[in-house]
């Protein structure tokens, strides 16, 4: 299969259409890589949320290239990269898979500030910051991975759970607690996708 060298889009850019051939790769100046994929969630994806890839397709050819804005409890485990574009639902897009992002939404449903160093994985938080549905991320502390947040009621995952993919705070932009329901915070990671 030959590699695709020559794009019609932007990285920000959308489209009702598969004009990129879904599922396909780039890297840009920096090396950074993303993916065209589309989003099959029922919302709007936010620009700085995590992209996950739905566990329903986990066998079909199209698990790596359908992701959701919304994921369930059972799809976050599955993070395809960060949305660098606000992909409406039923759209085409580009989200980064691997590299260094600034700005990414965080929000935590037990409190805490992000720091550097802590480790980010989806979330099925609802942050209510004026744009609503697509999830933010959560984050572990990098001093107690136990306190692992992910729903929206503070439930704790075991770090057993957790796959290599996730992304690492390299700074924190925002402060303040981040808890689900308020504005998320804000941060430079560096991600990495399935």
């Not at 992304?167 to 402060?175: G, H, K, L």
Request: charged residues 15%; aromatic residues 10%; contains cysteine.
């Amino acid at each position: 299969m030959a590699k695709k060298i020559l794009f019609e889009t932007d990285l920000t850019d959308t489209s009702s259409s598969d004009i990129e051939g879904i599922g396909s790769e780039r890297e840009d100046q920096y090396g950074n890589k993303y993916r065209w994929v589309y989003n099959a969630s029922a919302f709007d994806s936010q620009v700085g949320s995590p992209a996950c890839y739905d566990v329903s397709l986990y066998s079909s050819a199209n698990f790596l290239k359908h992701v959701l804005a919304a994921p369930a409890d059972e799809d976050i485990y599955f993070f395809a990269g960060i949305f660098v574009s606000a992909i409406s639902t039923h759209e085409y897009g580009w989200i980064m898979t691997w590299g260094r992002y600034s700005t990414a939404r965080v929000a935590c449903a037990s409190g805490g500030a992000v720091g550097t160093g802590d480790m980010l994985i989806p979330s099925t938080l609802t942050a209510t910051d004026g744009t609503a549905a697509s999830r933010p991320y959560a984050f572990i502390n990098g001093a107690d991975i136990s306190q692992a947040i992910g729903t929206g009621t503070g439930t704790a995952y075991t770090p057993s759970m957790m796959l290599d993919a996730c992304a690492r705070v390299i700074e924190a932009v925002t402060t303040g607690a981040g808890v689900a329901g308020t504005t998320p915070e804000s941060a430079t990671v560096f991600v990495k996708g399935l």
